[in-house]
């Protein structure tokens, strides 16, 4: 496979996680899109430190120590989360969560259907 | 690389794309957490794979060390969510109103980001179009060590510090606005 066609699949895969940031209204749904957006980059990374000579270690020295790093800030965010659910009200936490939301009312005013 | 490793490692390759796609996309439109969970462990072993096809095992051997326990976590707050809703869907903001309505809502709010993708890819394909030269994807292969990537790590960390300090930086203002917000929603809770 070219290193044009693996950018333009780790794309796709980049763009199902921004759909998925619109739709998904849980927050599992959307550390899940967020997963997507991590392994669309590690794809490009990797797709291109084998067509650098110089720097493919750095490459992934670099992607090791991002990955841990945005895997321990998750680590903390869900155990603030899991440690804080019964202080929390449960639709606090499974509240919608989407960055995207049409409603009639935004396009033609209030409905009162 | 003969010809032949090289079709087995394209024919990984396509598999590995296809099991990210469909349950990436599929992850959306299923209601259930523990599915959900599910899905996102067959998301981890497609990146996997493909990181064994780009020559990088051990990259994702150390990321999943910390993966592991995001995960754990994850599964333990989805059978504490699932075990409090008892199997009830998700609450949406797009009930209320008519029938017709609310379907309508709901196709619009799956078309518009779909539109807002494929014109966003659209316009990605057509400024990188003539970048890429055209290649067969099997020069320059090297396979990395973890004596290799350990060495790199003690001769010169300056990229590491970069990193460990914004983490820190990060998790400061994480733990600020979740203090914040703890104590907000207490004295709120206190106050009702």
Same mark, same amino acid.
């Given at each position: 496979m070219s290193s044009g066609l693996v950018f333009y699949m780790a794309m796709i895969l980049f763009l199902i996680s921004v759909f998925g940031l619109f739709v998904s209204a849980d927050i599992v749904s959307v550390f899940i899109a967020y997963q997507l957006m991590v392994a669309a980059a590690i794809i490009n990374f990797l797709n291109f430190s084998i067509y650098i000579e110089i720097g493919q270690l750095w490459t992934k020295v670099f992607l090791i120590i991002g990955l841990l790093t945005i895997y321990l800030l998750a680590f903390a965010v869900f155990f603030y989360i899991y440690s804080n659910t019964e202080v929390l009200e449960r639709k606090t936490i499974i509240k919608d969560y989407r960055l995207f939301r049409l409603e009639k009312s935004d396009w033609w005013g209030e409905d009162n259907i | 690389m003969s010809i032949e490793s090289q079709k087995i490692i394209e024919i990984i390759q396509y598999i590995g794309f296809a099991g990210l796609m469909i349950p990436g996309i599929a992850v959306f439109f299923i209601p259930d957490l523990r599915k959900k969970?599910?899905?996102?462990?067959?998301?981890?072993?497609?990146?996997?794979?493909? $990181? #064994?096809? !780009?020559? &990088? @095992?051990?990259?994702?051997? =150390?990321? $999943?060390?910390? !993966?592991?326990?995001?995960?754990?976590?994850?599964?333990?707050?989805?059978?504490?969510? &699932?075990? /409090? &809703? $008892? @199997?009830?869907?998700?609450? $949406? &903001?797009?009930? @209320?109103?008519?029938?017709?309505? =609310?379907?309508?809502?709901?196709?619009? /709010?799956? =078309? =518009?980001?779909?539109? #807002?993708?494929?014109?966003l890819g659209y316009l990605i394909y057509k400024l990188t179009g003539e970048y890429f030269p055209a290649d067969n994807g099997a020069q320059g292969i090297s396979i990395n060590t973890m004596e290799e990537i350990t060495g790199c790590i003690f001769a010169k960390y300056d990229i590491s510090i970069f990193l460990i300090v914004s983490a820190a930086l990060i998790s400061f203002i994480w733990f600020t606005v979740i203090l914040v917000t703890g104590r907000k929603t207490k004295e709120s809770a206190i106050n009702e």
């Open positions: - | 969970i599910t899905l996102l462990f067959i998301l981890f072993v497609f990146t996997t794979i493909l $990181s #064994f096809v !780009f020559y &990088s @095992g051990i990259l994702l051997f =150390i990321a $999943s060390l910390a !993966f592991i326990f995001v995960f754990a976590l994850l599964f333990l707050l989805t059978e504490q969510l &699932s075990h /409090n &809703s $008892s @199997g009830s869907p998700l609450p $949406s &903001s797009d009930t @209320g109103g008519s029938h017709t309505r =609310i379907i309508a809502v709901k196709i619009l /709010n799956i =078309i =518009i980001p779909v539109l #807002f993708c494929t014109g």
